[in-house]
């Protein structure tokens, strides 16, 4: 008998309903409406193709469960509190107001200098049973430290004060008074709409970029770059700060020379914004920072932040294969993208093609950024202090953005602004 073809498909599977689909479409319709037709079904397969998971898990951002849930000991937080607030004066300048957060290596209070009245904040180290804690955060007041000696113009909070303490156990513990930030990125951006909104994201995407080149011009990662760690100093000085340089790590030597890259390292940052070297455990490098911070940028386009839409591993296993392939340079720009000017096409395709063992091209990426507010808003490429002026006065914001400060006080120094003038010249961009 001659060679018959036996399928198992009884028609039930998608395929076949697809291409009956495709088959039924009304011969008596006009060619528009057929490739209508046919754009339709293949939206819906490109859609199924992209979605691994069912939808009723993409309600919300799901937790890894490879992440384990740590609870947070509230009773030893409040009698920190409590304790500090006894104290008061503490360090014969602080005042104790309130708990603004609590993370894996120390708490973060809010404070009041009570001589100049201005607001800071306060982290002071979790007690733990090693000294490790305690170098983390001397670690970090070095390096804030550091990098304001070096460059007083730098894009990074200011650090007022530091010291050891005694908590209402005796334990020893390290802390440091900083900054005040204003405004978390998603709080900022709320009060603006449409190309308005757009422009910020750029401007703010901008001045991102400054301070994380301020940091690389020191010799140091910051290795967990995220909206939480960055925000706008003031109104009256509108400038994008960065901060929490806990898991920073100095990539030079005391001589200014590129350290031997590691074979190997454990994974430092946090899994949603990390690069995809990064998450398979690779040295960082600088360009792990600023896809770190295109992730950052991406997500401040969407203006979400609780959607689990803004990035299509996030409903993913954090090592799976899907993670890795749209962490790659082979993920479909444009649907990564789709938010975000054109511009930002150019500025991902650099990042995930260009050695990552090579000086970063920051002038490259601070020119698209620019055409990209040309894109939005014509001519506002043309004067780049505009950014850092005063804000007006705005109605105040929803409930969900009335508690969202971060770390760091209000009227900081206005030294920053002036590094925005010629961002992106030769002036600027400095051999690393």
């Not at 962490?327 to 096409?345: E, G, H």
């Not at 698209?368 to 705005?394: H, N, W, Y």
Request: charged share 25%; glycine share 6%.
């Amino acid at each position: 008998m001659a060679g018959k073809t036996i399928s198992t498909d009884d028609g039930n599977s998608t395929y076949s309903k697809e291409r009956s689909a495709m088959k039924g479409i009304n011969k008596k319709k006009g060619p528009a409406q057929n490739i209508q037709a046919r754009k339709n079904i293949t939206t819906q397969q490109i859609a199924r193709e992209l979605s691994c998971v069912p939808q009723d898990a993409r309600i919300r951002r799901g937790q890894d469960p490879q992440i384990p849930i740590v609870p947070v000991d509230t009773e030893a937080i409040d009698k920190m509190l409590n304790h500090l607030q006894s104290l008061a004066p503490f360090n014969q300048r602080w005042e104790i107001q309130a708990i603004i957060n609590s993370g894996a290596f120390g708490v973060v209070y809010s404070v009041t200098d009570v001589v100049t009245k201005s607001p800071g904040v306060i982290k002071i180290a979790k007690a733990a049973t090693d000294v490790y804690v305690n170098a983390t955060a001397e670690w970090e007041a070095f390096l804030l430290e550091k990098i304001y000696k070096n460059n007083h113009e730098a894009s990074v909070v200011r650090i007022l004060d530091k010291g050891m303490l005694e908590n209402w156990d005796q334990s020893q513990l390290e802390f440091m008074v900083l900054e005040y930030v204003a405004f978390r990125m998603h709080e900022h951006l709320a009060e603006y709409s449409g190309k308005e909104r757009e422009l910020r994201c750029c401007q703010i995407s901008l001045m991102a970029l400054k301070a994380l080149y301020d940091i690389h011009n020191e010799g140091i990662l910051h290795r967990d770059f995220k909206p939480d760690n960055m925000g706008i100093l003031s109104r009256e000085n509108p400038v994008v700060v960065i901060y929490d340089l806990g898991m920073a790590r100095m990539y030079t030597d005391r001589l200014g020379k590129i350290r031997p890259f590691r074979c190997t390292t454990g994974f430092r940052g946090t899994p949603e914004w990390a690069s995809g070297n990064a998450m398979k455990g690779r040295e960082q490098t600088r360009y792990d920072d600023l896809m770190a911070w295109l992730y950052c940028m991406i997500e401040l386009f969407h203006g979400n932040k609780d959607s689990n839409q803004v990035f299509p591993w996030s409903t993913r296993p954090k090592n799976g294969v899907e993670s890795q392939y749209f962490r790659s340079m082979f993920a479909p720009a444009k649907y990564l993208l789709r938010k975000c000017p054109k511009a930002f096409f150019a500025i991902n395709t650099y990042l995930q093609t260009a050695h990552r063992h090579t000086k970063p091209d920051y002038g490259y990426i601070a020119d698209r950024l620019k055409d990209a507010m040309e894109e939005c808003v014509p001519g506002s490429s043309a004067d780049l202090t505009i950014m850092t002026k005063s804000l007006p006065p705005r109605k105040p914001l929803s409930r969900d953005f009335a508690d969202g400060s971060a770390a760091v006080a209000r009227g900081g120094s206005k030294e920053t602004s002036n590094a925005y003038k010629n961002i992106g010249s030769k002036e600027t961009v400095k051999n690393v």
